[in-house]
Nanobody
Framework: QVQLVESGGGLVQPGGSLRLSCVGS????????MSWYRQAPGKELELVAG???????NYANSAKGQFTISRDNAKKAVYLQMNNLKPEDTAVYYC?????????WGQGTPVTVSS
């Protein structure tokens, strides 16, 4: 059974940091491109950051310099370090794994940035 389980979301004040984690199971994690997406209230799903099987990363313009994606294949985990959070970063964050025609999603973890 394939699973992607996110954790680490929550309520944080503006300027704060959070580290999201996503642990995969039931598939060959190391060969998958792993990504983080987010969906803010009333907005469409958007790509935040991705990391390939060999560790190449890409970021949305809004995430550059603020978020860092990383992976630990031994732990079958992908992380999103989010710094200097702003209210506009409030969203449900989803973990995604993709390899050729196979694609998996986590259930999402909510992040709320508010004072």
């Amino acid at each position: 059974q394939v699973q992607l389980v996110e954790s680490g979301g929550g309520l944080v004040q503006p300027g704060g940091s959070l580290r999201l984690s996503c642990v995969g199971s039931g598939f060959t994690f190391s060969i998958y491109t792993m990504s983080w997406y987010r969906q803010a209230p009333g907005k469409e799903l958007e790509l935040v950051a991705g990391i390939s099987a060999v560790g190449s990363t890409n970021y949305a313009n809004s995430a550059k310099g603020q978020f860092t994606i990383s992976r630990d294949n031994a732990k079958k985990a992908v992380y999103l370090q989010m710094n200097n959070l702003k209210p506009e970063d409030t969203a449900v964050y989803y973990c995604n794994g993709r390899f050729r025609l196979n694609e998996y999603w986590g259930q999402g973890t909510p992040v709320t940035v508010s004072s």
